[in-house]
């Protein structure tokens, strides 16, 4: 078999990793200077003993004999931290076996699985196959973004891998982040009929779900939670391997110390904590009459420490007992086979019972020593039946004395067995049993059945349990030698401690030395009683309480001698003397030993004669056993160790750390709370062994604190109330009253309270990232709170709010300069401070380092200012504070990135908008300090953007008018669509800047408003001035057609005009009250451009009207009279003009219809010219009032009138202008005229025809002919 050392040695190096880690470096340490020292000069080991020397074999050896010793340091070191630990486990078992002051607690916060640094790595890659479309979930648009930034700004984060690393990360935390971040997204989404947003955001975290747990089996998930609730309640086995884990035990050393301590007995463990509270009482009154105390706070505290100590005990006492003791239960737990019938003629009997109220000296009644039995009957079968034929049937009653009776089934005489059982109970000690065999009786008037035997079978607790065969007593009914096979089991009740046949000779009990059945009663934790019984009497005859003897073995009595009994032990009292004996050894040292565990002695007893022959007896066996192997193993020292003489404080202190490191690295997210399991045995150790409380707490916040230094996730509230009950304690304000403060409580409590307030300053400078995404929930809050108390100069007096206030301010200020120098670092700024990078390159770096900042402001807000203002009412203020610091450090970088741009550059306004449009929109930074430098800084370079771009453009008007060509583009031509652009562009830049200083945004904005009206009148005067120059290009005759390039300079108006309102317009009407009173001409540019349109268009209808001019003066050369009428009627003219200038003016009509873009502004056009011709025919007629018009005359203005009346109605000139006045004027002259023509072509025809015969029906079918062609052009 392997030594206990070696494996113990190996226990020792894996749950010592640390202390392994630091001792080799120690050696590694050693290694070097001895290398060192064997070198050339040997500065090491030639220190201070004269001028150096060459190096010599000397050095190396002692640095090996160094080593030789450090190594038998270390091992004994080990060997001491194991056997330490041993003994703690002892202490340890025994608080698990038998536990009277503390209980699993059933309402701790149940703890989640924690997420491990693997775990992690598997949820991103399930994300990463999620988001390419990998995975078989079928998810729309706005649930991948969300999915998406979850990965990018919390998956991917440095936060949560530090998180998971600090063990206070569970899969709830993952969960809760993406629910919180999904919940504000859904509820910006528009409503959708039949689709509540609810369902929505469950349906999303289903999907959430699957994408997380990946392809796992759903159905693990229970088994999980299961392994999760089994935390609750431990079992002692549970317990027990827990704590070996945690103290490094080994099985084989848990199994060896179980049995030695016999922690399977409860009466064992009940002695053992009496003897216990029995050595501390006594060591407590040898401390109060030697006056050794520890150092108090305060002199007078000794004596309330000494009552402090006896409370403790006493108390302790009272929970032991009050632990009840059962008297034995009627229900038997051994399954039960058959139940039997009841026996139809069952008789009662009487019992005789010894008076009650006959009390021993000790103040006990027989009432406390009562005792409830359970015996089991069991009848198997009946053998040597011979005399009853095979077909009878037989059958079995039993009774125990005074109790009832019950019967078996009904067998045939050839197969008497039954194997059935009964139950019964009883309170005789010495209960008697009989059992009868009957025969069903065959005569008719038989009322009886025939009895056959029967048996009558003394019982006791320790009798056999096997079935066993016994001889009946026949009747006269039967010749048959019977046998009957019977077992009888007697369940020892739980308040009997052992029982059997003794020889017993007292003083004042059992005065006469004889053989008497005795039971050892235990009456309470504290009381028991030796009590004598007789047969068939539930009362004891005789009993004597234990408390004060002392019981031990002794030599034979003399008065003893040939009475009985061999080995003698005795029970001693002050003023008694009770002598036992027993016929075996075996025997007497079990009676020794169960009243050893009684009187909760100290001395133990030792029995005065080793054995060497075989133990016959299997306790005695076993326990002996057990005994041995413990020395074997070199562990009896630590279950022989009296608990008393260990300092159990130190103990305690070692067992909580080991504890919590355990905890630490088990599955769960504990946050430095310990399991229900570990509460338990903690609290009962604390109990049992008397650790101080606040010694308890001191070193739980010690531990806690070194954890949270080093990294790992602690939950404040822990913390807070671990402080609270000793600074309650220190401050002699505890709840349960004033108690003793030990100097070095006071001391260490001071030195933790320092530790505490340190550590909490940087977790709140460092909130961020000891606090990720709030998580845990409520933490940063707690934290808060935590650090007011600990501010708090006692118990009672509440810190003053501005110091709280300061101390916060101060660490907010500094998590200012943390946030943004790991913002600054991750964004890699720095390194654009370099020579070698560009000015651009570095704005870009700038610009990405303004966006991580204001994601880190925001996550602030959303994930920690709650908590902050929660706690604190006036926080708000001091966020705020640290957000303008926060950006006061940004702005130094972002000022010298700006210094180095090149001048008349504009990639720094993106900047501006950015953090312009964040700053505007919190209300606590809108016109903070940095929004105000933000501005200060960018005010000149938006003035001289606006500068440059009005020079701009003024310059691209002149060059542009110039060189254009006058080509539609756009809703006018080149110019004016780039004119219009860029004052638009510039209007939408500066608009889009939000520039958060009001009077300037109002500066700019009438800037940009008197611009666009210089620059759009600019342009309309150019534009009139082309429009003039081309309309004097043309001449005046029928052929004249309007150039396209006239068109395009009229919508290059209309555009102007119809941008206007857009470019000139004020957004208020104070504003626009107070540009019209400084520049009047600015806000009247619609009325300019009305003007640059009534110009326009008067020039045109003056150019068309004067081809209807040039026609109508070419028409009065046929007036009557004159020279050149006669003339021109030689050329027998038909209606030529008149068609010429109809072409022309449908001509003119189609471009202009075509050309310009505005419909109201073409039909007012029409509407004019058809006026001006209206009136220019009219005046030309009226003129003529007085002659009438030559027939070609006739025909042309005809022809021109019904023309221009029917083209225009079809361009859309509405009917009160068409048929004016003036046209009514016209169609009435025409049609005199028309008339008068008819009337005189008759009578020319008819004088022509009388005279000159043939030759005037020629002329007059020409006038005819004439006549028949002006009809005809009338038609055409």
Same mark, same amino acid.
């Given at each position: ?6 494996s113990?040695e ?23 200077k ?8 040997l ?48 202490? %340890? ?20 699985t ?28 706005a ?31 993952f ?14 989404l ?26 796992e ?6 088994q ?9 309640i ?19 050393e ?8 016999q ?57 032991l ?15 039960? +086979? ?11 009997s ?28 069991? %009848? ?12 009878k ?6 009774e ?30 010495l ?11 065959s ?39 019977l ?12 308040n ?24 050892? %009663?235990?009456?309470?934790?504290y ?109 009896d ?16 202190n ?29 609290d ?67 030195e ?38 600990? +501010? ?29 120098t ?29 966006e991580l ?87 000149p ?14 310059q ?42 009001e ?23 150019r ?17 004249y ?14 555009d ?5 309102l ?8 104070e504003n ?5 009173n ?16 009534v ?8 150019k ?43 001509g003119?009509?189609d ?42 005359q ?35 002259r025409l049609? %005199? ?9 008759s ?34």
């Amino acid at each position: 078999m392997r030594e206990p050392s070696s494996s113990e040695e190996e226990s020792e190096n894996e749950t010592n990793d640390d202390e392994n880690s630091d001792i080799l470096s120690i050696h590694n340490n050693v290694d070097q200077k001895s290398l060192s020292a064997s070198g050339e000069n040997l500065s090491v080991v030639s220190h201070g003993r004269g001028p150096p020397r060459p190096a010599s074999p000397s050095p190396s050896l002692i640095s090996d004999r160094e080593k030789a010793i450090e190594d038998t340091e270390k091992l004994e070191r080990e060997e001491e931290e194991r056997k330490k630990r041993l003994q703690l486990y002892v202490f %340890v078992m025994r608080c698990i076996a038998y536990p009277f002051n503390a209980k699993q607690p059933t309402d701790m916060a149940r703890r989640q699985t924690k997420v491990t640094k693997q775990q992690l790595q598997t949820i991103k890659e399930r994300f990463v196959a999620f988001l390419n479309g990998e995975t078989s979930i079928v998810a729309d648009e706005a649930f991948t973004n969300a999915v998406q930034s979850y990965y990018e700004v919390f998956l991917k984060s440095d936060r949560v891998a530090t998180m998971v690393k600090s063990g206070g990360c569970s899969a709830n935390d993952f969960r809760e982040v993406f629910k919180n971040n999904i919940e504000k997204r859904v509820r910006s989404l528009p409503e959708i009929d039949g689709l509540s947003k609810e369902t929505v955001l469950s349906s999303w975290m289903t999907k959430f779900d699957a994408i997380f747990r990946g392809e796992e089996d759903p159905r693990k998930q229970p088994q999980r939670m299961s392994t999760a609730a089994s935390e609750l309640i431990l079992s002692k086995e549970q317990l027990y391997e827990m704590f070996q884990n945690i103290l490094g035990v080994k099985k084989y050393e848990h199994q060896i110390l179980y049995n030695a301590c016999q922690l399977d007995n409860a009466d064992e463990q009940a002695a053992q904590v009496r003897r216990e509270l029995d050595r501390r009482l006594q060591l407590t009154e040898q401390m109060s009459r030697m006056r050794k105390h520890p150092k108090f706070v305060v002199k007078e505290m000794e004596s309330m420490y000494m009552d402090e100590l006896k409370s403790a005990i006493n108390l302790l006492m009272a929970n032991l007992e009050s632990l009840p003791v059962s008297k034995g239960s009627t229900d038997s737990t051994i399954s039960r +086979l058959q139940k039997l019938k009841r026996y139809n003629r069952a008789q009662h009997s009487s019992l005789s019972k010894m008076d009650i109220n006959d009390e021993t000296d000790s103040g006990l009644s027989k009432l406390d020593v009562v005792l409830s039995f359970t015996l089991e009957v069991h %009848v198997v079968e009946v053998k040597g039946l011979k005399s009853l034929a095979n077909n009878k049937i037989v059958y079995c009653t039993m009774e125990v004395e005074g109790g009832e009776k019950l019967q078996t089934d009904q067998a045939e005489a050839s197969k008497p067995s039954w194997d059935t059982q009964g139950d019964f109970t009883t309170t005789h000690p010495l209960p008697v049993v009989k059992v009868k065999l009957y025969t069903e009786s065959s005569g008719m008037l038989s009322l009886e059945d025939k009895e056959l035997g029967k048996v009558v079978i003394p019982v006791t607790a320790s009798s056999s349990r096997q079935p066993e065969w016994y001889r009946m007593h026949t009747t006269k009914n039967c010749q048959d030698d019977l046998k009957i096979k019977i077992a009888v089991r007697m369940d020892k009740p739980q308040n009997m401690k052992h029982c059997g046949y003794l020889y017993g000779l007292g003083k004042k009990v059992w005065k006469k030395y004889k053989k008497r059945y005795f039971v050892l %009663v235990q009456v309470s934790q504290y009381t028991f009683a030796m009590c004598s019984y007789r047969e068939k009497k539930p009362d004891p005859t005789e009993m004597m309480q234990l408390d004060g003897f002392t019981v031990d073995y002794c030599e034979q009595v003399p008065d003893a001698e040939g009475f009985g009994g061999k080995y003698f032990f005795n029970c001693v009292k002050e003023g008694d003397n009770v002598t036992f004996a027993t016929d075996d050894e075996n025997e007497r040292t079990l009676w020794v030993q169960a009243i050893y565990r009684a009187t909760g002695q100290t001395h133990k007893p030792v029995p005065p004669v080793v054995q060497t022959n075989k133990i016959s007896n299997t306790q005695i066996s076993r326990m002996q056993g057990d005994a041995d192997r413990a020395r074997k193993h070199g562990l009896d020292e630590f279950v022989q160790a009296n608990p008393v003489m260990f300092d159990h404080h130190d103990l305690f202190n070692m067992l909580q750390t080991l504890t919590l490191d355990y905890r630490l690295n088990d599955a769960y997210t504990c946050l430095g709370w310990f399991s229900p399991g570990q509460v338990f045995v903690l609290d009962e150790y604390c109990a049992r062994y008397g650790v101080r409380g606040c010694h308890r707490h001191l070193c739980y916040l010690n531990d806690l604190l070194e954890r949270a230094e080093a990294g790992i996730m602690i939950d404040p509230t822990l913390i807070h109330y671990s402080f609270a009950f000793c600074a309650s304690h220190v401050h002699g304000n505890r709840p349960d009253g004033i108690g003793t403060v030990l100097l070095k409580e006071k001391l260490q409590f001071d030195e933790i309270k320092e530790r505490l307030r340190i550590l909490l300053e940087n977790q709140i400078t460092h909130f961020r990232y000891c606090f990720p995404f709030g998580r845990p929930e409520g933490a940063l809050k707690a934290t808060l709170s935590l650090l007011e108390r600990v +501010l708090m100069k006692d118990i009672v007096t509440p810190v003053p709010p501005e110091e709280v206030r300061n101390v916060i301010k101060k660490c907010l200020e500094n998590a200012a300069l943390v946030n943004y120098t790991r913002i600054s670092e991750y964004a890699k700024i720095e390194d654009s401070y370099n020579e070698e990078v560009s000015p651009k390159k570095r704005l870009d770096d700038v610009i990405h380092l303004a966006e991580l900042c204001i994601e880190v402001l925001q996550q602030n807000e959303e994930h920690h200012a709650e908590a902050f203002v929660t706690a604190f009412a006036w926080f708000s203020d001091l966020l705020v504070e640290h957000a303008e610091i926060f950006w006061s450090l940004f702005a130094v970088d972002m000022d010298s990135t700006l210094e180095m741009q090149p001048p008349d550059t504009w990639d720094s306004f993106p900047l501006f908008q950015l953090l312009n449009d964040y700053l505007r929109n919190d209300e606590n930074l809108s016109s903070g300090k940095f929004h105000q430098h933000l501005r200060m800084v960018f005010a000149p370079q938006v003035v001289r953007y606006v500068d440059l771009m009005e020079s701009s453009i003024a310059q691209s008007i002149h060059k542009g008018f110039e060189r254009e060509r006058w080509e539609p583009q756009g809703n006018g031509c080149a110019t004016s669509e780039d004119m219009l652009w860029k004052l638009d562009a510039l209007q939408s830049f500066i608009r889009e800047l939000h520039w958060p200083d009001e009077m300037f945004a109002d500066h700019l904005d009438h800037r940009l408003k008197l611009m666009a009206a210089d620059m759009i009148e600019a342009a309309a005067k150019r534009t009139l001035k082309s429009f003039e120059a081309w309309l004097r290009k043309g001449g005046k005759g029928t052929d004249y057609l309007l150039y396209p390039e006239m068109a395009v300079m009229m919508n290059v108006i209309i555009d102007c005009k119809n941008r206007a309102l857009h470019l000139c317009a004020l957004d208020s009407g104070e504003n626009m009250t107070l540009i019209e009173n400084s520049h009047q001409y600015h806000t009247k540019i619609e009325d300019f451009l009305d003007r640059i349109q009534v110009q326009m268009v008067k020039c045109l209808i003056e150019k068309l009207l004067s081809v209807l001019e040039s026609v109508l003066s070419k028409l009065a050369r046929y007036d009557e009279g004159t020279f050149f009428s006669s003339i021109l009627s030689l050329t027998k003219p038909v209606n030529e003009l008149g068609k010429a200038y109809v072409d022309f003016m449908r001509g003119n009509l189609d471009i202009l219809r075509q050309k310009i873009a505005d419909e109201l502004f073409t039909l007012s056009i029409f509407e004019q010219w058809y006026t001006g011709q209206m009136k220019m025919i009219c005046d030309w007629l009226s003129d003529r009032l007085d002659l009438s018009l030559h027939p070609y005359q006739l025909t042309c203005v005809m022809t021109i009138n019904r023309k221009c009346f029917s083209d225009f109605e079809l361009q859309g000139v509405p009917e009160n202008a068409l048929n004016a006045k003036t046209y009514q004027t016209i169609c009435s002259r025409l049609q %005199v005229e028309e008339a008068t023509q008819s009337v005189t072509q008759s009578e020319n025809s008819s004088k022509t025809s009388r005279f000159l015969g043939g030759g005037g029906s020629s002329m007059g079918g020409a006038s005819s002919g004439t006549g028949s062609q002006a009809s005809g052009d009338e038609s055409d």
